[in-house]
């Protein structure tokens, strides 16, 4: 692993958890007295870079007893069922590493994003991360390089919300031209764009991604942005001074450009989005995120979402639909409901009290 974050000039400290980072964690998981102190301006900061819709995630603490993973879930009031909004408090606990949060990329009023991010997560994605980054640093955008588990995250700062269908073609003709894969085009390993449709119902959530800065729970430590001290003050602050994407800029980047057909938006599969839309609802619908769907039995038959993004399932028929109440399905692999949901950027709800 080392071998790559050298090779591309990025220091081995970077790479691996740091001295500092070690005693942060048993000092960000016990005892208040000595975690770092988190200004209200760090939140308003943090706010105005990534926070563009009430809505959010939290992550599991406790991992799923089967699979051992921990995803996320729409937190919602008890007895309700309203999901909770995102407020400062929850922003502060995430920073102070309390909770860990997963921010969405579009807000449904508008359709529009305040950031793009492209995650990468396979064996070469940290060299199709800085080949993308060098790429869009030509053209005038400046990429903030977040470091992950296996790979990381660029993320691209919008000065005001742009259009998430503008921001996809662009990172799409970018990776395209790059010859970079993109998860979903056929392919099991890939960049992931977010936001990852071009339009979202009033309802819908669309994907969510892990809000930078917090502690990911099942690696149970923090990942920085690759170029500043590892201290959420000192991070922000480097945030601060990126330049931000404006939409004029955007739109002469994509001038011309054909929007490439990765579109995940539920309603582009469906001929009664219009009806749906009207009738604001939050209830799943397996059948508007699966395709292609082929009759056996009693049962629809799919690739599994969540069998598809281990590269796994390439006959495509692990998941049965049951024909006459789509609400039942199963994949014969195994994969919980947690994790196909996950999987279709729908993940299932927790109600917190
Ligand atoms: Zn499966």
Known sequence: MDSYYTQYGIPREAARIPKRQTKGKARYARGKETKEVIAPQIIQDYRRLFVNRPAYTLQSARPHPETGRHYYFTPKKVGTGVPVELTESTIRRHLEGEVTIGLYAINPDNQRCKWLAIDADYQNAMEDLLKLQYRLTQDGVEPALELSRRGGHLWIFLARPLLAKDCRVYIHDIALRLGVPVKGSGLSEGIEVFPKHDSIEPSAFGSALRGPLGIHRAANRRFW??????????????????????????????????????????????????????????????????????????????RCPSCAELGHDRSGDNLAILIRDPRFYKCWAGCAKEMIRAALGCPTHMEIA
């Open 225 to 302: 942005f690759h170029g500043a001290d590892y201290t959420v003050d000192a991070q922000i602050a480097y945030l601060n001074g990126f330049r931000k994407l404006t939409e004029h800029e955007l739109e002469k980047l994509i001038a011309g450009k054909e929007r490439l057909k990765l579109d995940n938006s539920p309603q582009e599969r469906s001929t009664a989005s219009g009806r749906r839309a009207r009738t604001a609802r939050l209830e799943f619908r397996i059948l508007e995120y699966v395709a292609p769907l082929r009759k056996v039995g009693r049962n629809y038959v799919t």
